[in-house]
């Protein structure tokens, strides 16, 4: 049992980053599927020596998992509370996953997230010789708002022209 329990780990692991209590969770859950009547002593034993044998090769460390999450979901446009909350969904301690937010500029985060949708100073230009109305305004800050997004961050972005956004984005190197 434990040499599959090292050989699903090092499986696991291999193929995508993972989280202590992910790695457990499926461990756990394939032990089940695996090995019918195993009892929840033998269950745990399997679980310490699967995180143990993912620390052991270094695969499997908690800070660095969150830190290149965190990193990853801002390029991609997400909230710092979006984050936080995936953090905590897959298991990563408060005091990590606030280590690695600390950082984190929820602007940057809306400018990714407006220009992937196209909304404040990325609109097409079709929008822009329209004009923006009420109905697309709101439109685009409930996005940005149900995305995480506070207000004021939500009003700043939509107003922004595409020459600001740009310059934001060259000063900080990012995206």
Known sequence: MLNWARNSTIYRLSRRMMSERELADAIRRKAKQKFEDI??????????????????????????????????????????????????????????????????????????????????????????????????LMKEMSSLARNGFSQDVCRRIVRLTREEADEMISASGAL
């Open 39 to 136: 009892s929840a002593e033998d269950l745990q034993v399997l679980v310490t020596a699967a995180i143990d044998c993912g620390r052991t090769l270094g695969c499997l460390d908690d800070q660095n998992y969150a830190e290149i999450k965190v990193r990853s979901g801002v390029r991609t446009g997400r909230s710092r509370r979006m984050l936080q909350r995936k953090l905590q969904e897959k298991g990563i301690d408060a005091q990590t996953a606030t280590a690695a937010l600390e950082d984190i500029d929820d602007l940057q985060a809306a400018l990714a997230y407006a220009r992937r949708r196209g909304f404040g100073p990325y609109r097409r230009s079709d929008a822009d010789d329209q004009g923006l109305d009420d109905k697309r």
